[in-house]
């Protein structure tokens, strides 16, 4: 079975906002949903790569 993987790597500073955090959760679930992504990779030392490891954990719960 082919893998569909999405990598983020983003800025070390970021403006967090409600927002931002509703966007990307929406784009992962689409991600997951709709292309079939399954695998996830992150950066390091980035503000925005931890938003993104934490929404795609607590999204994993919903889509194991």
């Not at 967090?16 to 927002?19: D, L, P």
């Not at 955090?21 to 959760?25: C, D, G, K, P």
């Not at 950066?43 to 925005?48: A, I, N, P």
């Given at each position: 079975?082919?893998t569909r993987?999405?990598?983020?790597?983003?800025h070390?500073?970021?403006f967090?906002?409600?927002?931002l955090?509703?966007?990307?959760?929406v784009?992962?679930e689409?991600?997951i949903l709709?292309?079939?992504?399954d695998?996830?990779?992150f950066?390091?030392?980035?503000?925005?790569n931890?938003?993104?490891?934490?929404?795609?954990?607590?999204?994993?719960?919903?889509?194991?």
């Open positions: 079975m082919k993987t999405c990598c983020f790597i983003g070390r500073a970021i967090e906002s409600e927002q955090n509703v966007t990307l959760r784009l992962i689409k991600l709709k292309e079939n992504v695998t996830f990779l950066g390091s030392k980035s503000k925005f931890t938003l993104c490891l934490k929404i795609v954990t607590e999204i994993k719960e919903k889509y194991p």
